[in-house]
């Protein structure tokens, strides 16, 4: 666990490379009802119990991004700082998706430079005026963060490019990632300034932020937290070459709730966390679940949508009209493709001009008749691939234009300068087509606002000369690599890196029937306008606020260093295993059964030689030899490996196969359990199994005298689970008359005999005791770390409520190890805890070993 005497997580996070010292309050805090402020500022940790700040009149919504949604000036001649709201904005714009009941706070850093000794001036304006927070940057964090490791670092990562050679993207560079963390940390220590961590929601967006949460998580351990990755995320082939691969993975799993784009996008989010994390996520009532340390982090899968009543209303423009006629004008009778895209390279307007150029060389009748309008936003990074784009983009549409130009006519026009919005809303209005090409993007809403400016208004008609009766229509020519692509299922999808076929899909987009055009249009239209961006607002809103329904029934407390950081998450009721606790209760109890499992909880689960150290063998042998104790090692090993291990051990009682075999000692007989003599079914099974180990690599079949086992810990994650699905599907159907049962574990396919388990093991146990011991049992015990010993804790709390001959005053402890949800009411970290708790019970034994002559118990055999 986090120690509160480390003061500065800063230090934690990356070392003392870096030595920045705590954000300055920028903005008072200011009473405006009745209550506690406490020192929010401080960095000291923070337990589970402690998240008391100001009290607040109603629910808020702070919306954290890189930038806010604000435009900036200074007026040159007075000095004075003017700012306005950007309507465009979609932070801004998604405020229509919110309750009237929730007020919205931005936090984020302005586009311009703010001298230091005007900032806290600012900062109050802006809150005041604005309801935003603005982050000051030192200009080289700044640099450092921004166009050093977001830009250099992350986007081309996200958009599967490789740093292969030094010509092709920047490598990895430690002082970048520093500068990332600490620019994070700057944003948190604003966020931690204004929120209520009981009554706020925060909702953090894109990847200039993903290590925020961390921040925040570990200051707040309830806070409710929201992510969306504006961009795509990568496979895991691509993501797992970063050497912050884990960092950043945690970070965002410090969240409630994450959303992306597309599928495509959470699918390669949730096979990294299992890949590099082992994390298993599962869908819970369609709702996307990850399992991480008692907290279930929710994936969201919704693409963004577009402001419809700001479409609308640049389209109602005397300016917008005037524009529309003077393109009709320019292009009339021509073929108008429109492309809008930054100048980056991974938009593909390179390869745009490429498809344009085949289709004009394939088809003559187009030459002079196909206009594509490309317009050209600012590249929003610099450097060599930029300019080397800008340049062939430049080079190839003059190569077009000299060979299949006219007098009075370019194929290709390109738009290089500042568009203002009603330019490009007229561009919309007026093209035949949409031509989006990107090789790899998050979203891309240009297809979005085109279908929607075709739709148009009364008053763009009748600018256009558009009689009411006329349909509307418009064509959609989309890459399938942004994630806009898979929401338009109108749009004819096309491979940017195939050139024919790009010019083939702009073809038939250009010679498609209205009819089809119109049937297309309203397709898309009828999307675009029920999932608006108000709408994808307010259903990541209702998902965040059911994520966080639970936070305040659980008990939380912080383990980890740095970006390690998380939260566990458990039941009240659930708590470490005090040896104190259990001591107390083992001295003042006359019999005792005490069941322990054998792989992950006397012996490491990962630790290669299963044969049990000497201390092990040492404790087990003094708890057996306490005349008041019987133990048991309950485990899914066969018997003739726990007999070789345990050997050591005389007085142990062993149940292996989870109980199929089952001895009280070693000097006693093994007894089998009579539920299940015939093994016929193995004929069936095992050929099945052969059959998925062959196609499986890393699979193998373990072979026990009642059960078989498929294990697949060593096969690819992604396709050992899809082939454990499928095996065990194929066994339930092969196997639906035979008196087995087929059940799914960690890494493992079984087939055993219906009825043979832990609990049963448990409960015979128990009844034998309490049936020829005199007195019956009143201390029990049972720890274990995986689902087969689920059934124990569950059978053994059964057994005090309905076995009369047992005591209702039994002291039980069914512990579990490691932090997870269990039906057990304690826990122990690991097998270090486990050997430890066992090592403070022996010495607590109030009687040592005399002989040898145990109580020897005969065990009922039909088990």
Known sequence: ?????????????????????????????????????????????????????????????????????????????????????????????????????????????????????????????????????????????????????????????????????????????????????????????????VINPEEDYVWVHDYHLMVLPTFLRRRFHRVKLGFFLHSPFPSSEIYRTSPVRDEILRALLNSDLIGFHTFDYARHFLSCCSRMLGLHYESRRGHIGLDYFGRTVYIKILPVGVHMGRLESVLNLQSTSVKIKEIQEQFRGKKLILGVDDMDIFKGISLKLLAVEQLLQQHQNLQGQLILVQIVKPARSTGKDVEDAKRETYLTARRIND??????????????????????????????????????????????????????????????????????????????????????????????????????????????????????????????????????????????????????????????????????????????????????????????????????????????????????????????????????????????????????????????????????????EWQSSRLTANFDWKEIAEPVMRLYTETTDGSYIETKHSALVWHYQDADPDFGSCQAMELLDHLENVLANEPVAVKRGQHIVEVKPQGVGKGLVAEKVLSTLAFRGKPPPDFIMCIGDDRSDEDMFESISRCILTNPLLPAYAELFPCTVGHKPSKAKYYLDDTVDVVKLLQGLDNASSQKPRDSSQHHVSFDTTL
């Not at 050139?499 to 239209?525: C, F, G, S, T, W």
């Open 1 to 193: 666990m986090v120690s509160r005497s480390c003061s500065n997580f800063m230090d934690l996070a990356s070392g003392a490379l870096l030595d920045l010292p705590c954000t300055p309050r920028a903005l008072p805090r200011v009473m405006t009802v009745p209550g506690i402020i406490s020192d929010v500022d401080s960095d000291g940790g923070s337990d589970g119990d402690s998240d008391v700040l100001s009290s607040q009149c109603h629910e808020r919504i702070i919306i954290v991004a890189n930038h806010l949604p604000l435009h900036a000036q200074k007026d040159t001649e007075t000095g004075r700082w003017c700012f306005s709201l950007d309507e465009d904005s979609l932070l801004l714009q998604m405020k229509d998706g919110f309750s009237c009941e929730y007020e919205v706070i931005y936090v984020g850093s302005l586009k311009v430079d703010v001298d230091v000794s005007e900032q806290e001036v600012v900062a109050q304006k802006l809150l005041e005026d604005f309801n935003c927070v603005p982050t000051f940057l030192p200009p080289d964090l700044q640099k450092n963060f921004y166009h050093g490791f977001c830009k250099k670092q992350l986007w081309p990562l996200f958009h599967y490019m490789l740093p292969i050679c030094p010509d092709n993207g920047d490598r990895f560079n430690r002082s970048l990632w520093q500068a990332y963390v600490s620019a994070n940390k700057i944003f948190a220590d604003k966020v931690m300034e």
């Open 403 to 668: 060979i299949y130009g006219l007098p009075g006519y370019n194929p290709v026009i390109l738009i290089d300068r500042p568009v203002p919005l009603y330019e490009k809303i007229a561009f919309y209005a007026a093209a035949d087509c949409c031509f989006v090409n990107a090789v790899r993007d998050g979203m891309n809403l240009i297809p979005y606002k085109y279908v929607v400016c075709r739709q148009g208004t009364p008053q763009m008609d009748e600018a256009m000369g558009i009689s009411v009766s006329s349909p509307q229509t418009s064509v959609l020519v989309v890459s399938e690599f942004i994630g806009c692509s898979p929401s338009l299922s109108g749009a004819i999808r096309v491979n940017p890196w195939n050139i024919d076929a790009v010019a083939d899909a702009l073809n038939l987009a250009i010679i498609m029937p209205d009819a089809e055009k119109q049937l297309r249009h309203e397709k898309h239209y009828r999307y675009v306008s029920s999932h608006d961006v108000a709408y994808w607002a307010r259903s990541f809103m209702q998902d965040l606020e059911r994520a966080c329904e639970d936070h305040y029934s659980k008990r939380c407390w912080g383990i980890g260093f740095g970006m390690s950081f998380r939260v566990v998450s458990l039941s009240p009721s659930f708590r470490k295993l005090s040896i104190d606790h259990i001591v107390s209760a083992y001295k003042r109890t006359n019999k005792r059964a005490i069941f322990l499992d054998y792989d992950g909880t006397v012996v490491p689960q990962a630790s290669i030689s299963k044969i049990p150290g000497p201390e092990v063998i040492s404790v087990l042998n003094s708890l057996c030899s306490d005349p008041k104790n019987t133990v048991f090692i309950v485990s899914g090993r066969g018997r003739d490996s726990l007999s070789e291990w345990l050997a050591p051990c005389d007085k142990l009682g062993i149940a292996a196969e989870h109980g199929y075999f089952i001895r009280w000692s070693k000097s006693s």
